[in-house]
């Protein structure tokens, strides 16, 4: 049994508290944030963490022999990256071995940094995703190149808005309506066979997988007020994202999305 | 025999387009390159289960529910073989299931009721879309969170 100091236990507190935020800031869901931590900070020898987890912060309490440290820290959506998550994962699991201390720990924590793959592969495979949407809602060749090229556009644009840190609303809006534009191009002059599948299928790299699979999965395990807040986000995308494509169906003078 | 064929080459063409999907996805939530891999296989193996089993008269609910059952499975094997988060995998390799279209359908029929005055028509899109896009999704998370629910109930996978 480790004896911790009260400075000690301040250290440990924020270090577990750093591991939840960078996991918390990374997409994952709310039960792998509250695991980690709790293990963490056990490893790190605490007697037990109490934390709460609300969409826009976490609190966290170490417990040792009758004495309370809290700390609290905002999260801001940094993004979704599994590699940091992955990460941190990998941290806490040697920390459990005792194979890092809380130094080691701290500055593992503090060095890493988001991977992120190379923009012009992500448009490509992008591209390529949205066409074989279009292929599953049974188009031929011509629809799956207007998608592709809808949609790598879309997802070009995509790229830059959320570069300059625009709001996520505008940016889902405004990428769903440059696809729009150019699947109805395709519909005005006749592309394919049935141009309106690509239209549907362009814009389906907006769809906010991530957020309502973790929406549901946190409300199954007992975080309903994360589920909501997920699941609000969602929704709210999935709607500027129905603004995006309405706007652009309005302004090309088509008539009905998919029908 | 020929009927077998057929539905095999269906299979196969099915399996091939969802793994493109799941890796693209996959790189767009960053996941480390030498997991892309199993995201692949993930994506491909999912929906190519769920084009099998609505093609023999499940609904599409109830497939894709087994489907990422399955999934959710694989996943655990997965996890505690490289120790790495089951998210990870599973999200991506699910991407291709998510009802992306029933939910812009709905949300456009929406609108359409608000800028055109309501019609049953209409409602009636609204509603059978929005349900098909709910009860999918439920699914498609119920059947990947089943093993941290029936097998670990509550404690850590990794």
């Known amino acids: 049994m480790m004896i911790l100091s009260e400075e000690a236990q301040t250290e440990v507190t924020r270090v577990a508290v750093l591991a939840g935020q960078i996991l918390h800031q990374h997409g994952a869901e709310s039960r792998l944030i509250e695991q980690t931590t709790q293990r963490l900070g056990l490893a790190l020898g605490a007697d037990s963490i109490e934390l709460s987890v609300t969409p826009d912060a ?79 809602f049974g188009g031929d060749t011509a629809v799956y190149w207007t998608t592709f090229v809808a949609s790598s556009l879309a997802m070009i644009l995509r790229q830059e808005l959320a570069h300059r840190h625009h709001n996520p ?30 239209m549907a299928a362009s814009v389906l790299l907006l769809v906010p997988g991530f957020p309502l699979i973790n929406a549901v999965s946190d409300m199954l395990k007992g975080h309903i007020n994360m589920g909501i807040a997920r699941w609000v986000f969602a929704t709210l995308l999935a709607i500027s994202v129905s603004i995006g494509i309405v706007a652009a169906i309005t302004v090309m003078g088509i008539s009905g999305w998919m029908r | 025999m020929d009927n077998f ?15 493109i999907p799941a890796v693209g996805f996959a790189m767009v939530f960053n996941v480390p390159r030498k997991m892309l ?122």
Not at chain 1, 99 to 125: A, C, F, G, S, T
Not at chain 2, 5 to 19: E, G, K, Q, R, Y
Not at chain 2, 66 to 77: D, I, P, R
Not at chain 2, 101 to 128: D, K, P
């Open chain 1, 58 to 136: 976490i609190v966290i309490t170490s417990l040792y022999d009758g004495r309370c440290i809290t700390t609290t820290r905002r999260c801001y959506d940094r993004g979704i990256n599994m590699q940091m998550v992955c990460d941190v994962q990998r941290i806490c699991v040697m920390a459990e071995k005792q194979l890092l201390h809380v130094k080691e720990v701290k500055k593992r924590l503090k060095r890493l940094v988001p991977y992120k793959h190379n923009r012009w592969l992500v448009v490509l495979m992008i591209g390529f995703s949205c066409g074989s949407f279009s292929h599953f």
């Open chain 1, 169 to 198: 609303f505008v940016n889902f809006a405004s990428a769903a309506f440059l696809a729009t534009i150019i699947t109805s191009l395709g519909v005005i002059y006749d592309i394919g066979e049935n141009p309106k599948i690509a």
């Open chain 2, 5 to 19: 064929l057929n539905v095999l080459s269906l299979f196969l063409i099915d399996a091939w387009f969802a793994w």
């Open chain 2, 37 to 158: 891999i199993y995201c692949a296989i993930g994506g491909s193996f999912a929906h190519s289960f769920r084009f099998l089993l609505m093609h023999f008269g499940m609904p599409i609910e109830w497939s894709t529910f087994l489907a990422s059952a399955c999934m959710g499975f694989v996943g655990l094997y997965w996890s505690r073989k490289y120790l790495i988060p089951r998210p990870v995998f599973t999200v991506a390799s699910v991407i291709p299931m998510i009802p992306g279209s029933f939910a812009f359908n709905a949300m456009i029929g929406l609108m359409e009721i608000n800028t055109g005055g309501y019609s049953l028509e209409l409602m009636q899109i609204v509603m059978e879309n929005g349900l098909r896009t709910l009860f999918i999704l439920t699914a498609l998370s119920f059947g990947l969170a089943l093993p941290s629910i029936l097998i670990y109930r509550g404690r850590p996978i990794v």
